[in-house]
């Protein structure tokens, strides 16, 4: 069976979708002998096609651009661009394969699909409308869910949910019978042995600055704490992104500079090595989010994690180191914050079997030969 996924980044590009994406196209070659190829939109490419293997798959890098940041819009001026439509094309895919509804490639994905007479499954991993920096912004994202991605769900020829809270979202636009499948988890996490007594309890914040984050809300959360004299903790700040200045400038203002450290990006093998094994509790105050990964491996970890009840959180664990808040809620932030760092010894671990077992990438590859040979 030859699989073509058609999307919009993809690795060294870092987001939680593509390394999903990766993972995926690796475990399908590996396991069935699939021919896979990933056409992705690369936004810095300037000249020659990169065609390249990886894992036993071709990707084929699409020229283009972002309209607005991470939202790519191919170069269809570009000669190269056809070039790599006439690569795509001769790979002769059974099955096209889009992701997430509100980017550009899912369109332009089933609009081939359509053209070319090919099947196609959509993948969706949103589980709510999109969120942008201004109310035109998210008015015009809206009104693209209406008119324009509606049709992406109704015209596959099957859609998979990532959650079950994406479910519930995506049948807002269709009717139609939608399975779901978690994903799979690759890491080499290792569990972070259980001590008695932690004199420093070490709070990580792993993500994008975004204003969607609220790592705000945790700086607040983080003063309310020192004024109740609770100075046993500090906060790790992994991650870069366009609210850093000012985030940089609130931890001055609130007078954090002991307690809070900015270390900019990391990369995934770096964390694993150098800073997983010091973790003891997490932080994602985030105001929506799809179904985390670095939740599932922070548990995995032995963590304490403090996250908000938005997206497919809460269905990751119902143990006892799975702590959820609703979002910006900055009193009972700081209560569960005292509540990890107290309950840290008798919960962190709880969720590990669970979640190794419920995000295993076997399941998810029985599913999809499956589900892709009843096509």
Not at 57 to 65: A, E, L, M
Not at 78 to 95: E, L, M
Not at 116 to 131: A, L, P, S, T
Request: hydrophobic share 45%; glycine share 4%; with cysteine.
């Amino acid at each position: 069976m030859r699989v073509l996924q058609y999307i919009a980044y993809f690795p060294p590009h870092v987001w939680w979708l593509e390394s999903h994406a990766a993972e995926w196209a690796k475990r399908r070659v590996s396991s069935w002998c699939w021919s896979v190829m990933v056409a992705t939109y690369d936004v810095w490419q300037h000249t020659d096609i990169c065609t390249y293997e990886i894992d036993w798959y071709t990707v084929v890098c699409i020229p283009s651009f972002e309209i607005i940041p991470t939202f790519p819009f191919p170069k269809f001026r570009r000669k190269t661009y056809w070039d790599a439509q006439r690569i795509i094309k001769s790979f002769n895919a059974d099955i096209l394969i889009t992701r997430t509804r509100f980017f550009i490639p899912s369109l332009i994905g089933g609009i081939l699909a359509k053209l070319r007479w090919k099947k196609r499954v959509h993948i969706e991993h949103g589980v709510d409308y999109v969120i942008l920096n201004a109310r035109w912004k998210n008015l015009f994202a809206w009104l693209f869910d209406q008119l324009v991605w509606r049709w992406i769900f109704n015209s596959a020829n099957a859609v998979i949910a990532i959650s079950a809270w994406c479910k519930r979202f995506v049948q807002k636009f269709t009717a139609r019978d939608i399975p779901i499948m978690y994903r799979g988890i690759e890491s080499a996490i290792q569990p972070n042995p259980v001590v008695e007594l932690v004199p420093l309890f070490q709070f990580w914040f792993v993500g994008r600055l975004v204003k969607l984050k609220w790592v705000d809300i945790l700086f607040f959360a983080c003063r309310k704490l020192l004024d109740e004299w609770i100075t046993n903790f500090s906060v790790s700040i992994i991650g870069d992104g366009e609210e850093k200045v000012s985030l940089m400038q609130l931890q001055r203002e609130l007078n954090l500079d002991n307690n809070v450290t900015f270390y900019g990006f990391k990369d995934k093998s770096y964390l694993e090595k150098e800073f997983y094994p010091y973790m003891h509790g997490i932080i994602n105050a985030s105001v929506q989010e799809w179904l985390p990964t670095w939740v599932i491996e922070w548990l995995l970890a032995q963590c304490v994690v403090v996250a908000t009840r938005v997206g497919g959180t809460p269905e990751i664990s119902d143990q006892d180191d799975l702590i959820l808040i609703e979002p910006g809620q900055i009193d009972a932030l700081v209560e569960w914050m005292k509540k990890a760092i107290y309950s840290y010894k008798f919960v962190a671990g709880l969720s590990r079997i669970l979640v190794s077992k419920k995000f295993d990438w076997s399941q998810n590859i029985t599913f999809y030969k499956a589900f892709f040979d009843s096509l």
